[in-house]
């Protein structure tokens, strides 16, 4: 009886951590603009390698243009970005992540297997 208290209490003072805690729209514009900003940085050092067709037709976008596109979605514990009705990011406890960046780890991860 006194456990399952504890694991109430427990579970209650998370979704309190979490709800208090959960990144809202401008913090996501900041990490958007941070995040654009290394990428940029990455393809200038040679990060990525293109020809000059795909350089042309795959222009990257201001960070501002696509900000425009993104929608804020507030959820009770975490927000969610859709971009288009897809979700693209989320965030909770004060952190954002980019299901792009966790795709590209897990290919990464899987062709080192």
């Known amino acids: 009886m006194f456990k399952n208290i ?8 998370l979704c309190a951590g979490a709800i208090s805690s959960r ?11 941070d995040h654009a900003k290394v990428a940029a940085v990455a393809r200038a050092a040679g990060g990525e ?3 000059l067709l795909q ?3 795959n222009r990257d976008e201001k960070p501002e243009s ?4 993104c929608v ?14 897809k979700v693209v ?3 909770a406890f004060s ?3 980019s299901y792009d960046d966790v795709n590209a780890a897990v290919k990464a991860k899987t062709a080192k297997s």
Request: glycine share 6%; hydrophobic share 45%; charged share 30%.
């Open 55 to 57: 350089k042309i037709f």
């Open 66 to 69: 696509y900000l425009d596109k």
């Open 95 to 97: 952190r954002w992540v």
């Open 23 to 33: 990144p809202g729209e401008e913090s996501f514009k900041a990490w958007y603009r």
């Open 6 to 13: 504890i694991i109430v209490a427990l579970a209650v003072l």
């Open 72 to 85: 804020y979605k507030d959820r009770v514990l975490w927000a969610d970005i859709e971009v288009n009705g």
């Open 89 to 91: 990011a989320s965030g």
């Open 49 to 51: 390698h293109k020809n």
